[in-house]
């Protein structure tokens, strides 16, 4: 396969309307296992989810991670169950394995289409014992968005009650607004949440505000810049449980935040699937098919 279309556009660090976002990744623990995931997740899996290493090496020369960190970080993956490696030739073709897959779907919602959830004016309430299936209930009770405001007691404000917690005591919680924000309050951190979701405002909004006065980017850049976005975003969305406005405290950035984030990748789509269409390659040496669906991401 020849490598020409992917190393003829290796590119420089992208330019300085990125500055501030690279400088806070080369200034944390790395995390190149996880952007790899977020880039398998938002670009590579819309495009039928296999990808050469070159197309991957390429991106990471973008953000100044060296081939030897992606790669032992992309091997590590494979030992874990998050991606399969195929060879043609000499040449090594990773999609995600099942694990990833599914990891990454049900995150998608999450993602691009969160449901606002209807509030019926009180909380499920659970109480779960010292069984043998404690982890196991606390561990679906987590991943269904509830939260703990003292040991043994989950609350949600509504919606789908895990299997693994189908026999647990149920109750209901209810209150003045008061209480019901200061329940909230003790059962997740938003605190954390709400700092988390300020700092992406503070990060992401130069960056907005540049594109849309014609700040120059390529169309790698526009896809490093794509990937950080949603690697950010996911980050701290799939710790919110997207409570309802009644019951979060006044201010919430968590709009706001979502509201940037698709402004942003609205601008940084069509660059960035440009890129990909000529140098994403899959083992027939085709470069990997567009997705029109993208154009959905962040609609509702």
């Known amino acids: 396969m020849s490598k020409t279309a992917v190393s003829s556009r290796r590119a420089a660090a992208p330019r300085s309307v990125l500055g501030p976002v690279l400088a806070r990744l080369k200034g944390e623990p790395s995390?190149?296992?996880?952007?790899?995931?977020t880039i398998y997740g938002d670009a590579v899996v819309p495009r039928g989810g296999s990808v050469w290493l070159g197309t991957l090496l390429a991106f990471f020369k973008a953000l100044g991670i060296s081939d030897g960190v992606v790669?032992?970080?992309?091997?590590?993956?494979?030992?874990?169950?998050?991606?399969?490696?195929?060879?043609?030739?000499r040449n090594s073709f990773y999609r995600l394995a099942h694990k990833g897959r599914a990891t990454f779907a049900a995150a998608t919602e999450h993602i691009y289409a969160p449901s606002p959830r209807s509030f019926r004016g009180r909380f499920d309430l659970l109480l779960i014992?010292?069984?043998?299936?404690?982890?196991?209930v606390r561990d679906a009770l987590v991943a269904a968005g509830f939260g703990s405001p003292a040991a043994g007691v989950w609350v949600s404000p509504g919606g789908d009650i895990p299997d693994a917690a189908r026999d647990v005591l149920r109750l209901e919680a209810g209150g003045d607004a008061a209480a019901l924000r200061a329940l909230a309050a003790r059962a997740w951190p938003l605190d954390a949440t709400a700092q988390s979701y300020r700092?992406?405002?503070?990060?992401?909004?130069?960056?907005?505000?540049?594109?849309e006065n014609d700040a120059p980017l390529d169309d790698l850049e526009a896809l490093v810049a794509r990937v950080l976005l949603i690697h950010e975003y996911r980050r701290i969305v799939l710790r919110d449980p997207l409570l309802p406005a009644e019951v979060l405290p006044p201010d919430w950035p968590g709009a706001p935040a979502r509201e940037l984030c698709a402004r942003l990748y609205r601008k940084?789509?069509?660059?960035s699937e440009r890129w990909l269409d000529a140098n994403a390659i899959d083992e027939t040496g085709a470069t990997l098919p567009a997705n029109k669906d993208l154009g959905r991401r962040f609609l509702s």
């Open 31 to 37: 995390r190149t296992w996880s952007i790899i995931i």
């Open 71 to 89: 790669r032992t970080a992309m091997s590590r993956l494979a030992a874990d169950g998050w991606l399969e490696r195929h060879r043609v030739g």
């Open 129 to 136: 014992g010292n069984g043998d299936d404690r982890d196991a």
């Open 199 to 211: 700092r992406f405002i503070t990060t992401f909004t130069p960056i907005a505000d540049a594109l």
């Open 268 to 271: 940084l789509v069509a660059p």
